[in-house]
Nanobody, 125 residues
Framework: QLQLVESGGGLVQAGGSLRLSCAAS????????MGWFRQAPGKEREFVAT????????YYADSVKGRFTISRDNAKNTVYLQMNSMKPEDKAVYSC??????????????????WGQGTQVTVSS
């Protein structure tokens, strides 16, 4: 199994930046494609970004493209989400997720096997 713990959430002003981290433990981290998702109050959870096992490819939701950057450090078993130029509509609980993908170069937007507990991000206008 993969255990995931997010950190780095908080309150930021519109236009500001936050960096989320997701620390993983368990099976080899490099066997998992990783993703970030978010859920705003009263809304369904939505895909934000994903990264391949090696970190060579990334893919983003249109709503965050050009503002958010996903990255990973397999030596530290950690995936990051750098959020810049934040908007009030970015307010949500952000969760990281892992999808078992040994030997595959994939950018999944769904079908993740493991999830973290989430971290709250609030953007004030």
């Amino acid at each position: 199994q993969l255990q995931l713990v997010e950190s780095g959430g908080g309150l930021v002003q519109a236009g500001g930046s936050l960096r989320l981290s997701c620390a993983a433990s368990g099976l080899p981290f490099s066997s998992y494609a990783m993703g970030w998702f978010r859920q705003a109050p009263g809304k369904e959870r939505e895909f934000v970004a994903t990264i391949t096992r090696s970190g060579d490819l990334t893919y983003y939701a249109d709503s965050v493209k050009g503002r958010f950057t996903i990255s990973r450090d397999n030596a530290k078993n950690t995936v990051y989400l750098q959020m810049n130029s934040m908007k009030p509509e970015d307010k949500a609980v952000y969760s990281c997720a892992g999808k078992w993908a040994p030997g595959m170069r994939v950018l999944p937007t769904q079908g993740y096997n493991y999830w973290g507990q989430g971290t709250q991000v609030t953007v004030s206008s």
